[in-house]
């Protein structure tokens, strides 16, 4: 079987699975609700066909009508500079809600793209609001994950205003390593789904010193590069150069 027909059917997989089924049900909405609760989130849940790469999920100034879920693949999330560049806010993988930020003004801010084919459950915003009316434990952890969102901003401040560009690419690393690890996947060996001038981008820094600290890290045995795919193999070396102090990585 092709890997294209493999993606496939794990993507449609991934769009009739149920909430209380799904893989993702501790990183998402669904954390600290029972059965019934789930049921009734589970009914106002619509999910979505595949996103193919490079189309949008959503651009900047449409209408704001629902919060996405990532089931499955990646994306990234930009803004358009005045002269027309992107700039790349973030990145987004499965467990993560998007359009959080397009409550306040009723429309979306940034654009999304998917970065390889994505699924997504879409959570119709006016329902959604509704119920955590009447289910405290959705309205507490949409609070939680909108509480992670700002302090997700506020560490990429700091990367990008107090950081070298050796510390920002570990930092990186280091922060992608954990979100992997977080969803069951391996904490050391992945794949990139962005380029490196998406990473550059994201970073504040130049392709070319991207790809000249993607070499420095490989020849200084911090990691092992073969294309997009990544494996660690000093986590607490790397962890050091982005300015950590202690690793709880095992």
């Known amino acids: ?33 029972d059965q019934a609760e789930l049921n009734r989130l589970d009914d106002i849940i619509e999910r979505k066909s595949p996103v193919n790469r490079g189309d ?21 999330s930009y803004a358009t500079t005045e002269n027309g560049h992107e700039q790349i806010i ?26 390889e084919t ?34 997700h901003d506020e560490q990429n401040m700091i990367i990008l205003g107090q950081k070298s560009a050796d510390e920002r690419l570990a930092t990186f690393l280091i922060g992608l390593s954990n979100r992997f ?31 000249r600290l993607f070499t420095r890290f490989q020849q200084d045995g911090l990691i092992r590069v073969e294309r997009k795919f990544i494996e660690i193999l000093e986590y607490d070396q790397l962890y050091a150069l982005a300015g950590g102090e202690h690793s709880d990585h095992s």
């Open 1 to 33: 079987m092709s890997q294209a027909r493999q993606t496939n059917i794990i993507n449609l997989r991934a769009i009739r699975v149920a909430c209380q089924e799904c893989s993702l049900n501790t990183l998402c909405l669904p954390l600290g609700m």
């Open 56 to 76: 949008h999920l959503f651009q900047i100034g449409d209408d704001f009508h629902a919060v996405y879920a990532v089931r499955s693949g990646s994306l990234k």
């Open 90 to 115: 973030g990145f987004h993988f499965p467990g993560e809600l998007i359009g959080l930020d397009a409550i306040a003004e009723g429309v979306h801010p940034l654009a999304t793209r998917a970065l």
């Open 118 to 151: 994505t699924s997504v459950c879409a959570i119709p915003y006016d329902q959604l609001d509704s119920l955590s009316g009447e289910l405290p434990g959705l309205r507490s952890q949409l609070l939680r994950l909108m509480s992670r969102e700002i302090s």
């Open 181 to 211: 690890a977080l969803r069951g996947f391996s904490s050391t060996e992945f794949n990139l789904s962005m380029s490196r001038g998406d990473i550059g981008n994201y970073l504040g820094l130049a392709l070319e010193t991207v790809s």
